[in-house]
Nanobody
Framework: QVQLVESGGGLVQAGGSLRLSCAAS????????MGWFRQAPGKEREFVAA????????SYADSVKGRFTISRDNAKNTMYLQMNSLKPEDTAVYYC???????????????WGQGTQVTVSS
């Protein structure tokens, strides 16, 4: 079973940047597609970005396209989310997930981290 641990969240002003990391426990990390999701208070969990096993294919939610970049380093068993030009509406708990396909559907992912809080002040 894959264990995922997110880090890098925090408080940042609007327009600022943060880089989230997701460290996986398994050496088989490269066999999993990975995704980032987020959940704001009172809202459902929503897709942010996904990346294929080799990192060659990525997809993004329209709300973050052009501002966020997903990447992975299979040698380090780690995935990243570079977040630039942050907005107050990006405030949420961010979760990383591992699964078979890099889709935007949360139920396609088998393993989830505990989440890291991102707060963007206006």
């Amino acid at each position: 079973q894959v264990q995922l641990v997110e880090s890098g969240g925090g408080l940042v002003q609007a327009g600022g940047s943060l880089r989230l990391s997701c460290a996986a426990s398994e050496r088989t990390f490269s066999s999993y597609a990975m995704g980032w999701f987020r959940q704001a208070p009172g809202k459902e969990r929503e897709f942010v970005a996904a990346i294929s096993r080799g990192g060659w294919r990525t997809s993004y939610a329209d709300s973050v396209k052009g501002r966020f970049t997903i990447s992975r380093d299979n040698a380090k068993n780690t995935m990243y989310l570079q977040m630039n030009s942050l907005k107050p509406e990006d405030t949420a708990v961010y979760y990383c997930a591992a699964g078979g396909d890099p889709t935007g559907w949360a139920n396609e992912y088998d393993y989830w981290g505990q989440g890291t809080q991102v707060t963007v002040s206006s």
